[in-house]
């Protein structure tokens, strides 16, 4: 790698621009989207000063039901403060033509209401729509670009990198060509399994570039094989002038490359900044002494793993097949496993390794190494798999015609077939979810988490939970004192400076 911008002969050196990614995939990678409202809104304030690009937020898709489920907190609610807090930085959402990866895409009327009230928040600027993994490229791009469009909503769309025979360079420049085509405002290669290379970067993304046109192209990577940082800086070299990066401690492991890390080695090969690392310290300290408190991992560099470039199964993945095979009293065979997930993958056609085919090409893999033979059972995604449902890497001329013949034959396959939902319309859905007389809000709530009873105690579970730490002592300490009603008053004084303030509970 050439180190320095000098290579840019008479032209001048664009600043370098970075997209946030620690509440939505930093949390995601590392906190198993474990961050909550208030450890978000502790440090919101910071982020919005830092000079960002746009700042990814968790607000849609499996954020909502871990927000309602598991952290009893109001995602509604969560959007507004995240508009409120970060009112000058671009709000970047994940998303796309369904809730949840692993279930039954929802009617467009749904999908619509959904990001209408998104937007309503505030909480929604730019949409970020993954192209080449479920089909969205030709099925759902048509419609749901031009809806953002109608909501003011800016457009990012993404490539999503794997490695196999058919996705060569070439792919993905003809892909890039047809995103040009939806008139994007940004185009990014997500790299989700931190698979790339320099040399692999130096022969993909001149053709992306150069198909792309006027259109910025952003890089999008994870640390899990180590080499994400060094990726990110041959893409600076290259042109790529916008890179996905964290604030530690959501930054590293298994998430993106921390942004301290990535500015400073920016700047020693003479390309400028954008972010106010100043700012961001504080945020870091407050996240890290979060972290610290409530016994949730700090990101850190990976050791280099090989294996990663044989099976590609993303390390969040990995971590539930353990739970998996630790159930099935098989986690000694967690090699095995792995090794069989190379065989699945090239049986089905190389699916990209991203959310839903990552699980569904591990869940087969374990069935097969627990019966001791290849789809003996086959799990109902597999067969959907062969039907064509999931788009573009779905049942194509690169499965294995013998499989997809077994496949689609099997009884199993009629029945899904006959049982795929009719499109309702929203008045339908209403009558189910409570009539008229129920918000939006509350109606797509229940929708999503299938009924009432999860959202009742969520707000049985009141307010969220305020993050006050050690790096705001003298908050805390009001605070405090504050819940006291013999306090009067509280008097801090530094030399000949004096500052009083009354409790105004005693009163």
Not at 276 to 284: G, I, K, P, Q, Y
Not at 381 to 388: D, M, P, T, Y
Not at 391 to 414: C, H, I, Q, V
Request: a neutral charge; glycine letters at 8%; hydrophobic letters at 40%.
């Amino acid at each position: 790698m050439t180190v320095g911008a000098d290579s840019f002969v008479g032209e001048a050196v664009m600043e370098v621009r970075f997209i946030d990614t620690t509440f939505r995939d930093g949390s995601q990678s590392l906190w198993a989207l474990g961050l909550r409202v208030g450890m978000i809104e502790a440090v919101a304030e910071y982020m919005n000063r830092a000079g960002f690009e746009a700042i990814e937020v968790p607000v849609t898709g499996i954020f909502v039901k871990k927000f309602v489920r598991d952290l009893k907190e109001d995602p509604w609610e969560m959007s507004r403060m995240v508009a409120r807090k970060m009112p000058d930085t671009t709000r970047i959402c994940i998303g796309g033509a369904f809730f949840h990866p692993f279930e039954a895409p929802p009617p467009r009327s749904i999908v619509e209401l959904f990001f209408e009230r998104l937007v309503d928040t505030g909480a929604l600027n730019r949409i970020q729509l993954v192209a080449n993994t479920t089909g969205q490229l030709e099925r759902a791009f048509p419609w749901i670009v031009p809806m953002f469009r109608r909501l003011g909503v800016q457009v990012s769309l993404a490539l999503s990198y794997t490695i196999s025979p058919r996705h060569t360079d070439e792919y993905y420049a003809r892909k890039t060509r047809e995103l040009v085509a939806f008139r994007p405002d940004t185009i990014y290669l997500k790299d989700q399994g931190g698979l790339l290379t320099v040399d692999r970067l130096r022969t993909l993304m001149p053709g992306m570039l150069r198909n792309a046109s006027d259109v910025p192209v952003e890089l999008h990577s994870h640390c899990t094989t180590g080499l994400a940082p060094l990726v990110y800086l041959e893409a600076l070299q290259l042109g790529v002038r916008t890179v996905h990066t964290a604030v530690p401690p959501l930054a590293n492991g298994a998430s993106q490359p921390s942004v301290f890390n990535v500015a400073a080695n920016a700047r020693l090969m003479g390309f400028p900044t954008s972010v106010d690392e100043s700012v961001l310290r504080t945020a870091s300290e407050r996240l890290t002494a979060i972290a610290k408190k409530e016994n949730l991992p700090i990101g850190a560099p990976l050791e280099y793993d090989g294996a990663q470039y044989v099976h590609q199964v993303p390390g969040g993945v990995i971590s539930n097949l353990k739970h998996q095979l630790g159930e099935m009293r098989i986690l000694h065979r967690l090699d095995e496993v792995l090794e069989e997930t190379v065989q699945v993958r090239k049986d089905l056609g190389y699916p990209i390794m991203i959310t839903p085919h990552s699980q569904f090409v591990v869940t087969q893999s374990a069935l097969n190494v627990a019966m001791g033979e290849r789809y003996k059972h086959v799990i109902d995604e597999i067969i959907l798999f062969a039907q064509g449902v999931y788009g573009e890497d779905s049942g194509y001329p690169w499965m294995d015609p013998n499989l997809k013949d077994k496949l689609l034959n099997l009884p199993r396959a009629k029945e899904l077939a006959a049982g795929r939902k009719r499109d309702i319309t929203l008045e339908e859905i209403r009558r189910q979810l409570g009539g008229t007389g129920v918000s939006d809000e509350e109606f797509l709530l229940r929708y999503i988490m299938k009924g009432e009873e999860e959202i009742a105690a969520m707000h049985a579970a009141g307010p969220p939970r305020q993050y006050l730490n050690a790096t705001a002592p003298l908050l805390t300490l009001v605070r405090e004192l504050g819940k006291h009603e013999r306090v009067r008053f509280v008097q801090v004084q530094r030399g000949r400076d004096s500052l009083v303030i009354q409790n105004r509970s005693s009163a």
